[in-house]
């Protein structure tokens, strides 16, 4: 059996994103399709002792309207590294884990990326080692892969020879029954992620935090944390009309 999982970049993902990278033997980042400004493709909140703060990677618009995540380019005008690196500091210093795991997360800073995609990969990529989660990795833009919605999808899983594809809950609505998977074979599995607590500063648990915000809290435990939600779920059973957390 192989599993693919397929996941447009994001900047510092929830523990959602890498509970899909721990189910699957494939990860692919979809970098191969449109961009969308002021998305989780650019930025994401953390917690701080003052609420929840927006850290935003700056990104050239001005005639790229129609750019694939691929091509955004980070703009250098807005110089962002050392802000974002010490605003994370600010809210995370007094985290029991901190100081043992903020190389690896500052390191991916360094140097300076041309490319948001890099960036953004290259972060999923230092926190999977920390967390210790080695899926195959991917990006579409490098395989030859056609179609748009669920057609470009079963085309990349069928590229990398997957029989099955683990999707986050909120696309079974356009997957479910979806033709293209049925013509390849390819069963779809769900993954109804149910988010855990775990120990956090800064006042009362706050969920759907980045998973830095773990990682820094939790330490080496962080791993069994997100595999305590996972919580793969048939299409049938979907389709049944079984409850499920949005």
């Given amino acids: 059996m192989t599993r693919v999982a397929i996941m447009q970049p994001a900047y510092l993902p929830w523990l959602g994103y ?13 970098d191969c399709v449109q961009f969308d400004k002021r998305s989780w493709q650019q930025r994401n909140r953390i917690k701080t002792s003052t609420g929840l703060l927006w850290l935003t990677v700056p990104v050239q618009k ?57 960036l953004t990969i290259n972060i999923c990529l230092a926190l999977a080692g920390t967390l210790e989660i080695k899926p195959l990795f991917v990006r579409s833009s490098e395989l030859d892969c056609t179609g748009s919605k669920d057609e470009l999808l079963a085309n990349i899983c069928e590229i990398l020879n997957a029989d099955t594809y683990i999707s986050p809950i909120g696309s079974f609505d356009y997957l479910h029954a979806s033709p293209a998977f049925a013509a390849r074979g390819i069963k ?4 109804d992620y149910r988010h855990p607590e775990y120990s956090q500063i800064n006042g009362s648990f706050e969920p759907f935090m980045p998973a830095i915000d773990l990682i820094f809290n939790e330490g080496g435990r962080s791993i069994d944390i997100i595999r305590s939600g996972q919580n793969l779920r048939a299409d049938d059973d ?7 957390t949005p």
Avoid: W
Wanted: hydrophobic letters at 40%.
């Fill in 238 to 244: 979907m389709a049944a009309g079984a409850s499920h």
């Fill in 62 to 118: 001005k005639g790229k309207s129609d750019q694939c995540i691929c091509d955004a380019l980070i703009d250098k005008e807005r110089s962002f590294e050392k802000n974002h690196m010490a605003t994370i500091s600010q809210a995370y210093a007094k985290a029991p884990y901190f100081k043992v795991h903020r190389d690896a997360l500052f390191g991916t800073f360094e140097p300076p990326h041309d490319r948001l995609a890099d």
């Fill in 18 to 30: 890498f509970s899909l990278m721990d189910c699957v033997d494939h990860f692919v980042f979809l």
């Fill in 188 to 191: 779809i599995l769900y993954n």
